[in-house]
């Protein structure tokens, strides 16, 4: 059973995505359809649109609560509850996403080649390679850091020269556009405020993840993503995660669907070597309280 709040995560929000194997360039929601119609047509997944909020263990399985109230038990789970970006906090941030405002530079980076673009980002492993990949497609990169050190800055600025322009202590106050973004309101630190012309905002704030539900129980990392081992094990027996949730660093579609594959074979050899050959003809029927019949077919 799998139990989700919609179907598809980010990817539901992504207009184009050019490197996922197999399908040429293809919107976000498309891969969604494919994966949703493989899983109904080649499985006997039940979809659940749910919001888990909280995992109990009890005895030997997982008490899975929901927010609509249902109670589901299960043997194992696997955690592939993913990200969200910090956003900026700006009125209208919801209506410019995929339309100029990205949270990704590494997956957005090239739908901007000659443009102008501003970057708010706060410091990172890995922010100057972003930072890079920006210079080499944008004609103009404005450059918002919060607690950026001054070291990391200066690489930057040598590296990129005429290309950025630094805005130490400005904060963007709105996003300006029709259709599109056309450009930003960002408010200096002596309160002024400036309007900046850019055809795209590039926003590296961080990321919250979302393992309220969870983090009592498996390990978590400083950032608060689930740290697993290679075959997506969780630091507590029969809980696995998979996908953008996890310490992995690299976070992309085909990795997270590579590690839920992983997390899917691993769950079911714990179940194997848990219950013998016989878990594969495992048929149990439960009813609760709600009413509603749970099946937990391996
Ligand atoms: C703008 C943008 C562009 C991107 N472009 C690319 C690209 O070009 N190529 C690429 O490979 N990757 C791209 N990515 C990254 C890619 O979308 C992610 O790596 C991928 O979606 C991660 O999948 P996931 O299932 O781990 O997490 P998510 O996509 O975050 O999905 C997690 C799901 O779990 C649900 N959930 C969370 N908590 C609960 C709960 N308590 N109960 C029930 N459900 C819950 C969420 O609502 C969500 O539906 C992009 C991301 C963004 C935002």
Not at 144 to 160: G, T
Not at 202 to 229: A, C, H, S
Not at 240 to 269: M, R, W
Request: with cysteine; aromatic share 8%.
């Amino acid at each position: 059973m799998c139990i989700g709040v919609e179907l598809g995560g980010q990817l539901a929000r992504v207009t184009l995505i050019e490197n996922y194997p197999g399908t040429g360039p293809v919107s976000g929601t498309e891969i969604i359809r494919r994966t949703e119609s493989m899983v109904r047509k080649y499985s006997n997944v039940r979809i659940e649109l749910d919001e888990v909020v909280r995992v109990i263990p009890e005895e030997s399985m997982y008490r899975v609560l929901t927010r609509s109230g249902h109670e589901y038990r299960t043997y194992a789970v696997i955690v592939a509850s993913g990200k969200m970006p910090r956003r900026l906090r700006v009125p209208d941030e919801e209506k410019y996403l995929g339309r100029g405002l990205s949270y990704c530079v590494v997956c957005d980076a090239p739908f901007f080649r000659g443009r102008r673009v501003l970057l708010v980002s706060t410091y990172k492993p890995g922010l100057k390679m972003e930072i890079s990949i920006l210079g080499l497609y944008c004609s103009v990169l404005y450059w918002v850091p919060e607690s950026v050190p001054e070291d990391v800055i200066n690489d930057v600025v040598s590296e990129l020269r005429d290309k950025v322009q630094v805005l130490r202590g400005y904060k963007v106050k709105s996003i300006v556009g029709d259709e599109k973004v056309r450009g930003v309101v960002l408010e200096g630190p002596d309160g002024s405020e400036v309007k900046l012309d850019v055809d795209g905002v590039f926003v590296e704030l961080g990321y919250e993840f979302r393992t309220d539900f969870i983090k009592d129980l498996v390990q978590t990392n400083e950032r608060g993503e689930i740290v697993i081992d290679t075959l997506c094990r969780t630091s507590r027996e029969g809980i696995f995660a998979a996908g953008d949730v996890t310490a992995v660093p690299f976070k992309q579609a085909i990795i997270a669907a590579g590690q839920g594959a992983t997390a899917a074979l691993s769950a079911a050899e714990y179940l194997s070597k848990r219950f013998g050959l016989k878990a594969r003809r495992l048929d149990w029927h439960k009813e609760f309280s709600d009413g509603f019949r749970i099946r937990l077919k391996l």
